[in-house]
């Protein structure tokens, strides 16, 4: 399994068609998981992952807000230490071992990628009322669980964009009663849709 040496931002319209863009997703993948496992507090639903890379509202695209969560993430657990900062020089793509993320994967696996359509939710505080706030009202999920965002240009299965999240296991069943609430399919777990996202890091070998 192989991570980028240096992360870069995904374009708009991204396919992960070619291997570095694919490592990439699955980089974000792993460092959601490994930033939010050990952060995430049943006790402090609406709070816990909302204390940093608040998204700059004004940005010109939700790839850029994505932008501003990942990088902020990935030079976060560079400075405590968890990933390494690697030399410019060598091969774009890394061991997850050289990463620091050798156990990354079992932590990811131990949460759910969740799929939220902004595009076809309805504000109406249904999944922040099932999940005492981790979902806002808006179903969002917090900020420091984000992982890509991909368009619908992108993924022809279906006509409006996608962000994809990861879900600490503490909150997965409040979230899955959110899932069951939700009357306008703009909330639901990744697993089992074939969406874009799903068959990368399945071929990439991190979810199953």
């Known amino acids: ?98 990463m620091g993320l050798a156990q990354a994967p079992a932590i990811l696996r131990s949460g759910r990628l969740l799929v939220w359509h902004r595009d076809l939710t309805v504000d109406d505080g249904a999944g922040e009322t099932e999940t005492v706030g981790f979902l806002d009202d808006s179903d969002m999920p917090p900020w420091e669980t984000w992982i890509t965002y991909v368009d619908p240009s992108a993924d022809s299965a279906v006509s409006e964009g996608y962000l994809v999240a990861w879900v600490p296991p503490v909150f997965v069943d409040s979230v899955s009663a959110a899932v069951g609430v939700n009357a306008y399919s703009a909330l639901y777990w990744l697993d089992g849709t074939s969406l874009l996202v799903e068959r990368v890091l399945l071929d990439a070998g991190y979810l199953g």
């Open 1 to 98: 399994m192989l991570v980028p040496r240096h992360p870069h931002l995904l374009r708009r319209g991204e396919q992960f068609a070619d291997p570095v863009a694919r490592a990439t997703l699955a980089l974000y993948a792993l460092e959601a998981a490994v930033w939010c496992a050990p952060r995430a507090d049943h006790c402090a639903p609406q709070s816990c992952l909302r204390r940093q890379f608040t998204p700059y509202i004004f940005n010109e695209s939700r790839e850029d807000s994505i932008g501003d969560v990942v990088l902020g993430r990935h030079s976060a657990l560079q400075t405590s230490a968890v990933v390494p900062l690697l030399k410019v020089d060598g091969p774009p793509l890394v061991p997850l071992r050289d």
